[in-house]
């Protein structure tokens, strides 16, 4: 850089130093920016347009308006995959955050082994879904393990009365382990010396959690909640792999992205499928935009 | 943030009562069981993986009887999964690696150059942090196809080169290192590339292990894009192979399990030896809904 700039020349070369850092910035922001133009804020729109689209696998075939729109409304598959992606919503939310709760408080004493029980607790959530799906087949089999320990012949999996519950059972527990690891940012954030006064009081343990712990745990049980919503809604993997694309058996495990998958991969019906994930996105960035305006800034970090 | 390391002290509870002592007893029991709950599953698999196909469908013996890597052979082989294996490795390390260049030079230049709409690009940043897949999934597989990239590794690659929260993780993570440095550097008469590489890279060591743990371990177990954008069976990744052999071979069980086992251990030696980094990470990615 011209460090031997005269008097003169300063303000000319202040000037040029400035477009140079301009350019360099752009430069250092250009792929990432070009990646999410192209792959995240242009495929909104897009979407949008393929929906009102008849859209098959080599393009646009006609304009049909609205029409895929009120299609899904009449569309009894379609309801019964939100029917069951709800239903895996309300099942699910309320057992992972309760379980993550409970792990958090309990990892959050003074107990020994603390380290082993939190990693042990959160390691099924960093584990591939795919595998855990594995797992969970071989032990849920009619001849599998869980089975052989109860004494029935249940196959879990295989049955309508049944799939999507073993599913729900199988990702609050799996993923437990994200929101334990929320709650315990956040009990480390209380201060100790709330405990201490209670401790005075004479407060048990029992009260000490639910006059005390519970209430100052505000801003992370919206927190956890929201993410835990949002993570519930989009499943997919599980729900994929156990009944192998298909949603089976009779549709018990046909979540709303399997069969938006369905539609768009299998059926090429891109038209259709862009009119299902724009209702969906409309759904999920419900959810995400109250999680953003409750806790615009990190609470977390 | 070492939450699963240690963290606050354990503040010892004082008083040693016979009732408190049996309760501290019923707890540790309790802990003990839900970690014992929390990991047959994963043993069983490995018991099994390491069986015959007979063994495994006849009783329930923990232990193997006669232990083999038959299983693991069987499905490195027969069933493509060193194939499945090597696409992970090579997609999972080539896609970290991506990101730790774009979200260093981005995230230096987001937290550190002056330049006009930066405050509105950052924005952008944050947005597409909301843009769930399931309305991408549409548009991004068209374009894709239009562009010959379904069936293909670049295809994937593309889509996945650099993640908004490595960019907004590794901002962040710059905007807390004092400016000093750079003064210094500065002074020397190193432009910004020189000042990026010499001076603000080494000191954000533990952001960037956190955008390679996070980064390596969310592509290494992805089943969604890879599902969609490498359908071509040479091109799958592990969990795309395993789903797909559940779907045709559905009772080879000591193949399947042998199968999980490589795409778990991987993840499971890296959380091992870099805990800390895995909870920093996730806690700054709190962000990311």
Known sequence: ?301 | MAILEEAAPPVEIPARTPVERLRRILVYLLLFGVAFLFFIPFFWSVSTSLKTLTESVQGFDLLPDNPSLKAYREALTSFNFARYTANSAFLAVTITFANLVLASLGGYAFARLRFPGREALFMLVLATLMIPDQLRLVPVFQMLTNWGLVATYQGYILIKLILAENLFLMRQYFLTIPKDFEEAAKLDGAGYFKTYRKVMLPLAGPALAAVTILTFQGIWNEFFWPLIILQDESKYTLPVGISNFVGIYNTQWPELMAASVIAIVPVALIFLVFQRYFIAGIAAAGVKG
């Open chain 1, 1 to 301: 850089m011209a460090v031997e700039a005269t008097t003169g020349g300063r303000l000319e070369s202040a000037r040029s130093a400035r477009v140079k850092e301009a350019f360099v910035g752009y430069g250092f922001v250009l792929v990432p920016m070009g990646v999410f133009l192209v792959f995240f804020i242009f495929p909104i729109l897009y979407a949008v347009y393929i929906s009102f689209h008849d859209w098959g696998v080599l393009g646009k075939v006609s304009t049909v308006g609205l029409d895929n729109y009120s299609l899904l409304l009449e569309d009894d598959l379609f309801w019964r995959a939100i029917k069951n992606t709800l239903y895996y919503t309300a099942g699910v939310v309320p057992v992972q955050v309760a379980l993550g709760l409970f792990m958090a408080v309990i990892v959050n004493n003074a107990i020994r082994f603390r380290t082993f029980f939190r990693a042990a607790f959160y390691f099924p959530s960093l584990a591939s879904s795919a595998a855990i799906t594995a797992i969970a087949i071989y032990i849920l089999n009619a001849d599998g393990l869980v089975n052989a320990v109860t004494g029935s012949n249940q196959p879990w999996l295989g049955d309508s009365d049944t799939a999507l519950e073993s599913i729900m059972g199988l990702n609050a527990w799996t993923t437990s382990g994200t929101i334990m690891l929320f709650y315990l940012a956040a009990l480390q954030a209380i201060p100790t010396d709330v405990y201490e006064a209670a401790a005075i009081d004479g407060a048990g343990a029992w009260r000490t959690f639910w006059k005390i712990t519970f209430p100052l745990l505000k801003p992370g049980h919206f927190f956890v909640l929201v993410l835990s919503i949002i993570g519930s809604l989009k499943v997919f993997d599980q729900a994929f792999i156990v009944s192998g694309g298909s949603g089976g058996p009779n549709y018990s495990t046909l979540t709303a992205v399997v069969y938006l998958y369905q539609t768009a991969i299998q059926d090429v019906d891109f038209g259709y499928a862009a009119a299902m994930g724009v209702a969906l996105f409309a759904l999920i960035f419900t959810a995400t935009l109250i999680q953003r305006l409750l806790f615009g800034k990190a609470e977390i970090s």
